[in-house]
């Protein structure tokens, strides 16, 4: 800047300098060299002193130009922010104004992707990696270029609802059980955020013989079926280990077992004042025997809606679709409707027994897992049939239920329950 801005003094002002210095010393030799009649001595003294003063000059010229520029420059960011400051003057003919600090912009809706702070001129020309925000666990196993809402904050609804995440991990006599259930990416970046609507309980006999499982998946439409979802698999552990004391387990009765969860839910709602539809979810159920003098175990199961069940043997591929109602993936657009759900049509429920061979696996999942598992465009049901082979830590199997993958925003749960202890 000119005048008031604060810019040092152009190279012409240091070449003028230069001159002068230049012409007033070859004056003064000049001087000294030639001969005076009357006090020589005194002419040459005043001569080289001249030379000096001149030199001083120009030094503290150029001095004072950098310490004005520099002052000048703090004075203008003062004038423009408020504050300023004289250290570290720039060097002549370039400009010494502050970067200004990223501001985060307080408009920003909760899902949308915030990008970082924009390179600067001179950055922008080298192509540079886009960078995405991240949680801190990079853990979680991706898929391809993974879901845009994975990457966002977790909100915390406007109620108080279940934790967004639970895990357990357990062993029933010989059998093997982890359990994770996860808020899907979908429902905790929104505003205002959405609680889990999967739910999960796993237990067992007294004698150990038998691991009882229930996975729910509450329906997205319904404004309390995370509250359904809780009832119905809280109320099917507990009603499971009543028939199998009380008539065994090759006489469980999957229409009584429905019918009284579905009374439950319905007496949630009551107390709530609400009708019987905001608390819609759909269940699936499975009772695992104890193996046999051959190592293989049997297993009943239960289901009403697209919860599925899925088995994985010692040396398989992939999971293998075992039960529950699959959607049929060759139609043009993938429905997500169901055809039975809690409370209102439990007379849709359905059973059926299966065999586990040693070393085997049955695992019961809801769509937030089930879709990904069933899409033969992907690579994530080959991914999991590696990665639980075998039994592995129960924080090792909450990172894999929390995967990231396109377009997978849904809550997911996975119960896996393995035929044996594992390698």
């Given at each position: 800047?000119?005048?008031?801005?604060?810019?040092?003094?152009?190279?012409?002002?240091?070449?003028?300098?230069?001159?002068?210095?230049?012409?007033?010393?070859?004056?003064?030799?000049?001087?000294?060299?030639?001969?005076?009649?009357?006090?020589?001595?005194?002419?040459?003294?005043?001569?080289?002193?001249?030379?000096?003063?001149?030199?001083?000059?120009?030094?503290?010229?150029?001095?004072?130009?950098?310490?004005?520029?520099?002052?000048?420059?703090?004075?203008?960011?003062?004038?423009?922010?408020?504050?300023?400051?004289?250290?570290?003057?720039?060097?002549?003919?370039?400009?010494?104004?502050?970067?200004?600090?990223?501001?985060?912009?307080?408009?920003?809706?909760?899902?949308?992707?915030?990008?970082?702070?924009?390179?600067?001129?001179?950055?922008?020309?080298?192509?540079?990696?886009?960078?995405?925000?991240?949680?801190?666990?990079?853990?979680?196993?991706?898929?391809?270029?993974?879901?845009?809402?994975?990457?966002?904050?977790?909100?915390?609804?406007?109620?108080?609802?279940?934790?967004?995440?639970?895990?357990?991990?357990?062993?029933?006599?010989?059998?093997?059980?982890?359990?994770?259930?996860?808020?899907?990416?979908?429902?905790?970046?929104?505003?205002?955020?959405?609680?889990?609507?999967?739910?999960?309980?796993?237990?067992?006999?007294?004698?150990?013989?038998?691991?009882?499982?229930?996975?729910?998946?509450?329906?997205?439409?319904?404004?309390?079926?995370?509250?359904?979802?809780?009832?119905?698999?809280?109320?099917?552990?507990?009603?499971?280990?009543?028939?199998?004391?009380?008539?065994?387990?090759?006489?469980?009765?999957?229409?009584?077992?429905?019918?009284?969860?579905?009374?439950?839910?319905?007496?949630?709602?009551?107390?709530?004042?609400?009708?019987?539809?905001l608390l819609a979810t759909v269940l699936i159920t499975a009772v695992i025997a104890e193996p046999d003098a051959s190592g293989a175990a049997q297993a009943w199961v239960g289901w009403l809606g697209d919860s599925s069940a899925w088995t994985l043997d010692p040396y398989g591929a992939r999971w293998r679709f075992s039960a529950g109602e699959a959607k049929d993936r060759a139609a043009q657009v993938v429905s997500n409707e169901v055809a039975g759900r809690l409370p209102d049509t439990p007379q849709l429920a359905l059973d059926g027994y299966l065999t586990l061979a040693p070393g085997a696996a049955l695992a019961l999942v809801t769509d937030g897992i089930g879709d990904a598992w069933a899409d033969p465009a992907g690579n994530v049901n080959e991914y999991f049939a590696n990665a639980w082979r075998t039994p592995?830590?129960?924080?090792?199997?909450?990172?894999?239920?929390?995967?990231?993958?396109?377009?997978?925003?849904?809550?997911?749960?996975?119960?896996?329950?393995?035929?044996?202890?594992?390698?």
């Open positions: 800047m000119s005048g008031g801005d604060g810019r040092a003094d152009g190279p012409t002002d240091g070449w003028v300098r230069a001159g002068l210095l230049v012409a007033v010393a070859v004056g003064a030799f000049v001087e000294v060299g030639a001969p005076h009649r009357h006090y020589g001595w005194l002419v040459n003294v005043f001569a080289l002193a001249a030379v000096g003063v001149v030199g001083a000059a120009a030094a503290l010229g150029s001095g004072l130009a950098v310490a004005s520029a520099g002052a000048g420059s703090g004075s203008g960011s003062a004038s423009g922010s408020g504050a300023g400051s004289g250290f570290g003057a720039a060097p002549a003919g370039q400009r010494s104004r502050p970067e200004p600090a990223p501001r985060p912009d307080a408009a920003v809706p909760a899902c949308r992707y915030v990008a970082g702070p924009a390179a600067s001129t001179a950055q922008q020309a080298k192509p540079r990696p886009v960078l995405r925000e991240r949680p801190t666990d990079l853990s979680v196993p991706r898929f391809g270029d993974g879901a845009r809402a994975q990457g966002y904050p977790w909100l915390l609804p406007e109620r108080t609802v279940q934790n967004g995440i639970a895990a357990d991990e357990a062993a029933v006599g010989a059998l093997t059980v982890r359990a994770a259930s996860v808020v899907g990416p979908g429902h905790r970046c929104d505003q205002p955020a959405g609680p889990r609507q999967d739910s999960y309980r796993i237990g067992r006999t007294r004698d150990s013989r038998y691991a009882i499982v229930a996975v729910a998946d509450g329906l997205s439409s319904a404004a309390w079926s995370d509250t359904g979802a809780t009832t119905a698999s809280s109320q099917a552990v507990t009603l499971l280990r009543e028939q199998i004391e009380t008539g065994g387990f090759d006489r469980l009765d999957v229409q009584e077992l429905y019918r009284r969860v579905a009374e439950s839910i319905a007496g949630q709602a009551a107390g709530r004042g609400v009708g019987t539809s592995v830590p129960a924080t090792r199997f909450t990172a894999d239920v929390g995967f990231d993958a396109p377009q997978c925003l849904d809550d997911r749960t996975a119960v896996v329950v393995w035929n044996g202890r594992g390698a």
